[in-house]
Nanobody
Framework: QVQLLESGGGLVQPGGSLRLSCAAS????????MGWYRQAPGKQRELVAA???????NYADSVKDRFTISRDPAKSTVYLQMNSLKPEDTAVYYC????????????WGQGTQVTVSS
């Protein structure tokens, strides 16, 4: 059974930081590209950051230079370090695992709420 367990969300003031974690089980982690997505109320889900099996990364323009994605193969965990948070970063953040073939597995976590407000 595949599980992506997210943690680290919460309420933070503008300019603050949070680190999200996504612990994967039931998959061969090294074969999966990992991503963080977010969905704000009334908006479509959007890609925030992704990291490939080769550790290449890409980011949405809105979070470049503020967010950093990383992965720890030993812990089967992907992280999203979020700095200089803005109110517009408020959303539910979802972890995604996509098999490198793009056809053998596409899994989602349950989501974790991030609220940026004073």
């Amino acid at each position: 059974q595949v599980q992506l367990l997210e943690s680290g969300g919460g309420l933070v003031q503008p300019g603050g930081s949070l680190r999200l974690s996504c612990a994967a089980s039931g998959i061969i982690f090294r074969l999966y590209n990992m991503g963080w997505y977010r969905q704000a109320p009334g908006k479509q889900r959007e890609l925030v950051a992704a990291i490939t099996i080769g550790h290449a990364t890409n980011y949405a323009d809105s979070v470049k230079d503020r967010f950093t994605i990383s992965r720890d193969p030993a812990k089967s965990t992907v992280y999203l370090q979020m700095n200089s948070l803005k109110p517009e970063d408020t959303a539910v953040y979802y972890c995604n695992a996509l098999h490198w073939s793009q056809s053998k597995g596409d899994y989602w976590g349950q989501g974790t709420q991030v609220t940026v407000s004073s």
